[in-house]
T-cell receptor
Framework: DSGVTQTPKHLITATGQRVTLRCSPRSGDLSVYWYQQSLDQGLQFLIHYYNGEERAKGNILERFSAQQFPDLHSELNLSSLELGDSALYFC????????????FGEGSRLTVL | AQRVTQPEKLLSVFKGAPVELKCNYSYSGSPELFWYVQYSRQRLQLLLRHISRESIKGFTADLNKGETSFHLKKPFAQEEDSAMYYCALNPSGGSYIPTFGRGTSLIVHP
């Protein structure tokens, strides 16, 4: 078990709504990464936090936001949801802010109806 | 910006056949390259990394800087190798964005 936990595992909601996905990294890991995996797409990088600070941002929509808290858990907020936001959202953690292995959670599957 | 390309979406082989999953990358510096694997109903996990130069579950991958490739190979595929495989690149500097390919689904038939 990699120790990265994500909640909820599954989430079904309607267009226009807002959801929050939560990620707890492995004990001792300072970095948290968020990825989106849509149908037939690879892992699209969204955002990276290291020890509470944003380190890098990918093609993350303005409707999406994230933060990493002092206890190092992270939340990804998705608002004004659209059908196309339906995807599997992965969180990964690593010890450092650059280089090395990523440890993944099981993902949160979001379905927007 | 870096890019990872896995040209095959699906690779289907029979048990005992050799398998090669292709990965090409685009990056101006010296990247760190990985293969991750996701077995059915399991989370994505590291299979191997180029700096280790080790064989994991019979798989090997050699970094070819001239061809900017990091293909994953196994001489004799097993049914339990059936999984989704992702090639990934960690840049050596700048904004740290681990980049993944789209993945190749390997199916090994009995």
């Amino acid at each position: 078990d990699s120790g990265v936990t994500q909640t909820p595992k599954h989430l079904i909601t309607a267009t226009g709504q807002r959801v929050t996905l939560r990620c707890s990294p492995r004990s001792g890991d300072l970095s948290v990464y968020w990825y989106q995996q849509s149908l037939d797409q690879g892992l699209q990088f969204l955002i990276h936090y290291y020890n509470g600070e944003e380190r890098a941002k990918g093609n993350i929509l303005e409707r999406f936001s994230a933060q990493q808290f002092p206890d190092l858990h992270s939340e990804l907020n998705l608002s004004s949801l659209e059908l196309g936001d339906s995807a599997l959202y992965f969180c990964a953690s690593s010890v450092t802010g650059g280089g090395g292995e990523l440890f993944f959670g099981e993902g949160s599957r979001l379905t927007v109806l | 910006a870096q890019r990872v390309t896995q040209p095959e979406k699906l690779l289907s082989v029979f048990k005992g056949a050799p398998v090669e999953l292709k990965c090409n990358y685009s990056y101006s510096g010296s990247p760190e390259l990985f293969w991750y694997v996701q077995y059915s109903r399991q989370r994505l996990q590291l299979l191997l990394r180029h700096i280790s130069r080790e064989s994991i579950k019979g798989f090997t991958a050699d970094l070819n800087k001239g061809e900017t490739s990091f293909h994953l190979k196994k001489p004799f595929a097993q049914e339990e190798d059936s999984a989704m495989y992702y090639c990934a690149l960690n840049p050596s500097g700048g904004s740290y964005i681990p980049t993944f390919g789209r993945g190749t689904s390997l199916i090994v038939h009995p």
